[in-house]
């Protein structure tokens, strides 16, 4: 299977960023351009290093390619291991996941597999939802749980902006997949 990135991401430029919200922006700009280039479906990640670059970053892409683990957490650790040459991430430095929801219950497990020790969230669990989106059967002490792995989390970062793409995914009229 050959994962091909949309090609409109290699016209959206990672910024230098100089904290959690600049790089939030970049993040929710390519979920936004995901969702009017009818890509995928509203979400992107990015995985950022401590000197603050863009190590890679993915977008959903499980409509567009016919397959259910292609959430953007999972595009991004796939092609920033293929960028690092590494499946252990952790080797290479210690990264940020920039993410424009809080990770469904498959994303929570491959963050820490990888190697990721902090993580940046956008909207919320029940944001995405509320939309109808189903995010699988995802403890509620999800955070205590990361904490535990030595996997710091910081929440709702532009979270007004980030329900605003969700709204407009809703409002394109795209499919709403759940696992149903």
């Not at 409509?63 to 252990?88: F, K, P, Y």
């Not at 902090?118 to 990361?146: L, T």
């Amino acid at each position: 299977m050959n994962i091909a990135l949309p090609e409109w991401m290699e016209l959206v430029k990672p910024p230098q960023y100089a904290d959690d919200e600049s790089a939030m922006r970049y993040v929710l700009t390519l979920a936004q351009r995901n969702v009017d280039e009818r890509t995928g479906g509203p979400f992107a990640a990015a995985l950022v290093s401590e000197d603050h670059r863009v190590i890679a970053s993915g977008v959903n892409l499980v409509t567009s390619l016919n397959c259910s683990v292609l959430h953007a957490e999972i595009v991004t650790i796939m092609m920033a291991s293929e960028r690092l040459g590494t499946w252990a991430l952790a080797e290479r430095g210690r990264f940020t996941m920039v993410i424009t929801a809080e990770p469904c219950a498959m994303c929570m497990g491959a963050i820490p597999w990888a190697g990721i020790k902090r993580v940046v969230s956008c909207v919320r669990d029940e944001d995405v939802r509320a939309v109808g989106f189903n995010e699988g059967n995802k403890p509620q002490d999800w955070i205590e749980h990361y904490t535990s792995q030595g996997i710091s989390v910081t929440r709702d970062v532009l979270r007004n902006e980030g329900m605003k793409v969700l709204e407009a995914y809703v409002a394109s009229g795209a499919v709403i997949y759940n696992g149903e």
